[in-house]
């Protein structure tokens, strides 16, 4: 098949693409579900974070190998990433949901069940990339859902998904204090096991996908990056609040809470950081702003609110951890809202390709996610929280500058499109 003459066609075809055979209602109980099923699929990938030391005590090796079992599991999930959830556009993904999900049932007892160091890392690199049918059900719920539904679906599926990796690592460190870290796995396994076939009934009937070979398909991942209109700006919006400040904001909360004047152990800086779900549930709504049209504005808004915070947590956050609270709440609705928005509007872009979308999104984050770590890191050791702060104010700074510049395009865009939609 010629992908790139039966494939591409994106910009002179964009009202024949829009005919995406949305149905006008999807039932709020199924979106529901897809969420809670895309938060454990993402939650996943973090149970074993605070639960490194007891690991390698039980194997009985230096506490400092644990982060091999971290790496693995990202580095799993990033080639799940890039070569399963591509799929979802030629594959029936109710099929494909339920496939990955059960798969993901075996390398959760695989963990539970690993006798050796190596071969737990071998079951979390497996688990890592099979656990990825958050982001199936993701580009699913912009199919089934209309499109003047789309952006709050959409939201209510992210912001089950940010729960998913916020709650993970408390509910983790929970479990494996009354059993041990084995019971968290087996408990996840009997969650998904139960998810997966009551899903799987609830999926309703979607069109057949269309017939690209498998190569074809990986390389129009990346076809798709350079000829998606507006996708590279949305993008790189993203690898700057979420991927980079995101991870800035949270890593040296966890430094600073740990530190003079609070010394907080790890159970209470968990606690903290559980403010940024309240976030996350206000923030579920927001998707509805593309539905309306004003996803680009609201963009702005937002990005413009993170950066309010992040200045108002270097002033006072330092001394207060009342201010640190309530800021981390504001900054985490802030947060989700340009997310939520980025991931509503991707999904409008090209309706036959939501699954290269995403794609082409969430490894995105996933890159700069690593480097928001990393600058967290590097910027403490080099003058605590205040540069750190800095950097965060700088990246978001940047951010605003991309949606300034790409704002006339972006707006033009998605009036096209809403317009197309309307005369559907």
């Not at 529901?32 to 690991?55: C, R």
């Not at 890592?128 to 912009?142: A, C, D, F, N, R």
């Not at 996803?295 to 950066?307: D, E, R």
Request: aromatic share 8%.
């Amino acid at each position: 098949m010629n992908i790139d003459s039966e494939n591409i066609k994106h910009t002179s075809n964009t009202t024949e693409v829009m005919k995406d055979n949305s149905p006008s209602v999807v039932p709020p109980a199924l979106i529901i579900m897809l969420a809670v099923a895309s938060g454990m699929a993402v939650g996943n990938l973090y149970w074993a974070q605070p639960l490194l030391a007891q690991i390698t005590h039980g194997f009985g090796i230096d506490t400092t190998q644990g982060g091999f079992l971290i790496m693995a599991t990202q580095i799993g999930y990033a080639l799940g990433l890039f070569f399963i959830v591509p799929l979802g556009d030629v594959l029936h993904r109710r099929k494909l949901i339920f496939t990955m999900m059960l798969l993901t049932v075996i390398a959760l007892i695989a963990v539970s069940l690993a006798p050796s160091f190596a071969a737990l890392a071998f079951s979390l690199g497996c688990l890592g990339l099979v656990t990825i049918s958050g982001q199936i059900i993701m580009p699913l719920t912009g199919d089934i859902s209309s499109p003047t539904e789309r952006g709050k679906n959409v939201g209510i599926i992210s912001g089950g998904i940010t729960i998913g990796i916020l709650s993970a690592r408390t509910i983790s460190g929970l479990v494996a204090d009354v059993f041990d870290w084995r019971a968290i796995y087996l408990f996840a396994a009997g969650i998904n096991i139960i998810l997966a076939f009551i899903i799987v009934h609830m999926i309703p009937e979607t069109p057949d996908r269309e017939k690209i070979s498998y190569p074809a398909l990986i390389h129009d991942v990346f076809h798709t990056l350079h000829t998606t209109p507006t996708l590279i700006p949305l993008m790189m919006i993203a690898a700057c609040s979420f991927g980079i400040v995101f991870n800035i904001f949270w890593t040296s909360v966890t430094f600073l809470l740990s530190a003079e004047p609070f010394h907080y152990s790890t159970f209470q800086i968990g606690l903290v950081s559980l403010t940024a779900i309240t976030g996350a549930l206000a923030a579920m709504k927001v998707g509805s702003l593309q539905d309306r049209g004003l996803g680009v504005k609201a963009t702005g808004v937002f990005l413009a609110l993170n950066l309010t915070c992040i200045i108002l947590a270097d002033l006072f956050a330092e001394t207060s951890v009342i201010a640190l609270i309530v800021l981390a709440a504001i900054y985490s609705l802030a947060n989700q809202s340009v997310s939520i928005l980025n991931q509503s509007r991707l999904f409008s872009l090209n309706p036959t390709k939501r699954s290269r979308l995403n794609t082409c999104f969430v490894v995105n984050n996933f890159i700069f996610c690593a480097i928001g770590s990393t600058l967290a890191s590097i910027l403490w050791n080099i003058g605590g929280w205040h540069t750190v702060m800095t950097g965060a104010a700088i990246t978001l700074i940047v951010a605003l500058i991309i949606w300034a510049a790409s704002y006339k395009s972006s707006k033009a865009f998605d009036e096209k499109t809403h317009l197309q939609e309307k005369v559907r």
